[in-house]
T-cell receptor
Framework: AQKITQTQPGMFVQEKEAVTLDCTYD???????LFWYKQPSSGEMIFLIY??????QNATEGRYSLNFQKARKSANLVISASQLGDSAMYFC??????????????FGQGTTLQVKP | DVKVTQSSRYLVKRTGEKVFLECVQD?????MFWYRQDPGLGLRLIYF???????EKGDIPEGYSVSREKKERFSLILESASTNQTSMYLC??????????????FGNGTRLTVT
């Protein structure tokens, strides 16, 4: 079965430090896409970063990077230099059909990150 | 910027009522989705649509139906609301499959309470 697992329900990080949010996935498809979304307390879902299963390099977007380890089936999100505005819930998601195909997404349970001043 | 608009931010309904949740997107996206979000469960797909008048069941379609009469509008219908349908409902849209890594664009959500 296709599944996304986020094992950290909640995390704390000190402002300006880096933090890693864990995500493991399970799929038998050879081609898939992995996404991270941020959901602040206001409720909107904000797309952060994307990694295709055939991409050779780890994706980066500003302070966000995705540590993609295909053999381990993990896609951890790394946030560098945390800011107070990074406090939010973070969701890992997978599109199971085709690299870059963003039809149906399967989401993990989410990780709540709190940045301490 | 893509805008996905859900008609209500908060909604309170009684058990047994028929409930309509409306979603409109302004970017001519082919795909539209309805998810529900519950604590500890993440987002679960209820229904999705790839085209007008086309719909497919997601992972938890029981107790729900959908309607897509126009490309920009995707409605979620609770035929007879029950308390276990109390949840946050999120609508999303995206461009046609195979168009690269275009992400889902979400609305702000409707928090539905069924009493």
């Amino acid at each position: 079965a296709q599944k996304i697992t986020q094992t950290q329900p909640g995390m704390f990080v000190q402002e300006k430090e880096a933090v890693t949010l864990d995500c493991t996935y399970d799929t038998s498809d050879p081609s898939y896409g992995l996404f991270w979304y941020k959901q602040p307390s206001s409720g909107e879902m904000i797309f952060l970063i994307y990694q295709g299963s055939y991409d050779q390099q780890n994706a980066t977007e500003g302070r966000y990077s995705l540590n993609f380890q295909k053999a381990r089936k993990s896609a951890n999100l790394v946030i560098s230099a945390s800011q107070l505005g990074d406090s939010a819930m973070y969701f890992c998601a997978m599109s199971p059909h085709g690299s870059g195909n963003t039809g149906k997404l399967i989401f993990g349970q989410g990780t709540t990150l709190q940045v301490k001043p | 910027d893509v805008k996905v608009t859900q008609s209500s931010r908060y909604l309170v309904k009684r058990t047994g009522e028929k409930v309509f949740l409306e979603c409109v997107q302004d970017m001519d996206h082919e795909n539209m989705f309805w998810y529900r979000q519950d604590p500890g469960l993440g987002l679960r797909l209820i229904y999705f649509s790839y085209d007008v008048k086309m719909k497919e069941k997601g992972d938890i379609p029981e107790g729900y139906s959908v309607s897509r009469e126009k490309k920009e509008r995707f409605s979620l219908i609770l035929e007879s609301a029950s308390t276990n349908q109390t949840s946050m409902y999120l609508c999303a849209s995206s461009i046609l499959l195979g168009q690269g890594n275009s992400p889902l664009h979400f609305g702000n959500g409707t928090r539905l309470t069924v009493t």
